[in-house]
């Protein structure tokens, strides 16, 4: 017995893993427009303890709202106002190279 619920178990978490799609990708697809998430690392950008929550609910939100041009642009836009000019600088760089790494893929 011990066996068959054994068995019953990995054969549910196999297909859970299966069915389950990839995390922390922008799984919601919009059209045919889906597009990557720029996923920056916020370490890099040195954020002071004001931004980062506030960098973190633009990010959930972007990745809540599934990956479009226009969802993109919300997200960059509401980094802006968040950012330091050079914080955002580099914050727009790493996420262009995201993008081109990902076309090459």
Do not use: W
């Amino acid at each position: 017995m011990t066996k068959l619920i054994a068995l019953v178990v990995a054969g549910l978490f196999a297909t859970g893993t299966m069915f389950g799609g990839e995390h922390g990708d922008c799984t919601k697809k919009v059209g045919n427009e889906a597009k990557a998430p720029c996923q920056v690392s916020f370490a890099s950008l040195n954020l002071t303890p004001e931004q980062k929550p506030k960098m973190d609910a633009v990010r959930a939100e972007h990745e809540k709202a599934g990956c479009s041009e226009a969802s993109e642009a919300k997200y960059m836009e509401e980094a802006k106002g968040i950012l330091t000019k050079e914080q955002y600088a580099k914050f727009k760089a790493e996420c262009k190279k995201g993008e081109k790494d990902k076309a090459q893929t």
